[in-house]
């Protein structure tokens, strides 16, 4: 296995004190969850302006709501796959080590997770689209759509980041700021078309990490790395990040 990935990256993975991994769509694929552009991915069949931004969700939030209702609904049944377990199990063992998700599952905290900045927010954590209030029933469990806010009867929307939106406060300064002090960057699973996620690989470059993609096919965010690995995350991740490989 060891002679299948470069022994600069792995050297520089045994080595490494800080870590930051960024992770997308790509990541959470085996585990059955769909992602955004590849060829069978939720923008081929859906419209993101009506289903992901906040005008699309004023002229039809029932439609939105029900989009995001089923999508909740599936990650109550959605375990992470063995990719997500080799990211918790490098956490464990590495001194410092920040998770950077483009993902609104959960799958890297069931996973275990610990140290994770969710840079679009996450499905679960509805609020009133008008006064931010956390409803009691959360869309998941609403039997009835629309789905209104008890206090100011405005819709209720998921925690996400839709186009148009800020990211989360202090999202991007925290993930940024990590990127001071890293040894070592890896980029998984995403298409890297998505700013400003797509620049934190070549932030830390700058600063002198070393950077590598993995992902199926290559990106144009990965001919920026010093490393490229094609594979998929819950095959590649496993024997990369394994001890055995790391210490043998
Ligand atoms: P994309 O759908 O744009 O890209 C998914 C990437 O994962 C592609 O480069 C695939 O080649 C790769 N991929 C697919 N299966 C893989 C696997 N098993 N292992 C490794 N790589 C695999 O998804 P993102 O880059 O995450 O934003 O998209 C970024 C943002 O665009 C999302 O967070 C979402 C979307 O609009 C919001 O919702 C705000």
Redo the contacts with the bound molecule.
């Keep these: 296995m060891k002679g299948k990935y470069s022994n600069r990256t792995l050297k520089k993975l045994e080595n490494a004190a800080s870590i930051v991994i960024c992770t997308?769509?790509?990541?959470s694929?085996?585990s059955g969850i769909a992602?955004?552009?590849?060829a069978d991915?939720l923008?081929s069949r859906f419209r993101?302006e009506d289903l992901?931004s906040e005008p699309g969700f004023r002229r039809d939030p029932e439609l939105v709501q029900s989009w995001y209702q089923s999508r909740q609904r599936q990650l109550r049944s959605t375990q992470p796959n063995a990719?997500h377990v080799a990211i918790a199990e490098l956490e464990a063992r590495t001194e410092r080590f920040l998770l950077v998700t483009?993902?609104?599952d959960d799958l890297h905290e069931k996973a275990g997770s610990r140290n994770i900045i969710h840079l679009?927010g996450t499905l679960a954590e509805d609020r009133c689209i008008d006064c931010s209030t956390r409803p009691t029933t959360s869309l998941a469990d609403c039997a009835v759509l629309p789905h209104r806010c008890t206090k100011c009867d405005g819709y209720i929307r998921p925690g996400?980041?839709?186009?148009g939106e800020m990211l989360p406060e202090a999202a991007m300064e925290n993930a940024a700021a990590a990127l001071d002090q890293c040894d070592v960057l890896l980029s998984?699973?995403?298409?890297?078309?998505?700013y400003p996620?797509a620049a934190l690989p070549g932030l830390a470059r700058a600063r002198g990490a070393y950077t590598v993609e993995?992902?199926?096919?290559p990106?144009a965010l990965g001919d920026e790395m010093d490393d490229r690995i094609l594979?998929?995350?819950?095959t590649v991740l496993p024997e990369l990040l394994s001890t055995s490989i790391l210490h043998n």
């Design positions: 997308g769509a790509g990541m694929a085996e992602t955004f552009r590849d991915g923008w993101p992901a990719g483009q993902n609104v679009h996400v980041v839709w186009f998984v699973g995403t298409s890297g078309l998505v996620a993995v992902n199926i096919e990106t594979g998929s995350a819950a």
